[in-house]
């Protein structure tokens, strides 16, 4: 399985990175829908878009209304936006309020189901994460290979999510904050490194990706080698990336 990062930041872009946006093209699914989505069209392969949004902060939700640009040269026979419902109304009312954005995009909305079907015999599960604001995570499993995908949330080698991200093959977790803002992470419903690195090692994955990275630190944001000295498979993630798991 492909996956493309195409937004590998948070809160807002930068020069280096956009914000959260993952892709699947092979099954047509999209995680998250931050500034990085402008570039989803470049990747289309199939007639059919799925989107799933963890959670309606601007960084995740903004590039819905790039959706026309995103189909331009490519159309496709259903595009399709899952989130929970209250995150849907959030998004229908404010972020496409016609005073902000006076245009119906090219898509359906549907709530979140508990299980979502995937091409090539795959499903798609949410689980919930603490961020203000709510937000879940998502565990993708298909015969051969597994992914979770976790952001905005505070990371512990105990956290509540810990079962439902168990033994996967590749995890995207978000590590916003380095070790020494690990104080900050936690008051503003975030990730610290060495504590995503130990969540990651308690879960028995087999690779960690890290992103929604902070746009204003430095490069690399934060330390790898830290991270690798608790688990080893740990990758820095950086825009338009392809993993192959």
Not at 193 to 200: G, N, P, Y
Request: aromatic content about 6%; glycine content about 8%.
């Amino acid at each position: 399985m492909k996956l493309h990062l195409l937004g590998t930041g948070g809160y807002h872009p930068s020069d280096r990175r956009q914000t959260a946006c993952l892709m699947l093209p092979e099954v047509g699914v999209v995680l998250d829908a931050g500034t990085g989505f402008y570039r989803v069209g470049e990747h289309l392969c199939t007639d059919q878009l799925d989107i799933f949004l963890t959670h309606a902060h601007l960084d995740h939700v903004v590039g819905i209304t790039y959706l026309f640009d995103v189909i331009r040269a490519r159309p496709l026979r259903r595009i399709t936006v899952h989130a929970q419902a209250e995150k849907l109304a959030a998004v229908r009312e404010h972020l496409l309020h016609e005073a902000l954005f006076p245009a119906t995009p090219p898509c359906e909305f549907r709530v979140l189901a508990a299980e979502v079907p995937l091409a090539e015999g795959g499903r798609l599960t949410h689980f919930a994460v603490e961020h203000p604001g709510g937000a879940v995570g998502f565990r993708l499993d298909w015969p051969q290979q597994s992914m979770a995908y976790v952001t905005d949330t505070t990371a512990t080698a105990t956290a509540g999510y810990l079962g439902a991200i168990q033994g996967v093959d590749l995890l995207v977790h978000e590590c916003n904050f380095p070790d020494a803002l690990a104080e900050q992470a936690a008051r503003w419903g975030h990730s610290s490194l060495s504590e995503v690195a130990r969540l990651a090692a308690a879960a028995d994955v087999s690779h960690l990706v890290l992103v929604h990275l902070d746009p204003m630190a430095g490069e690399p944001p934060v330390d790898l080698e830290q991270a690798r000295k608790i688990f080893a498979q740990t990758t820095l993630a950086s825009d338009r990336q392809l993993i192959v798991f």
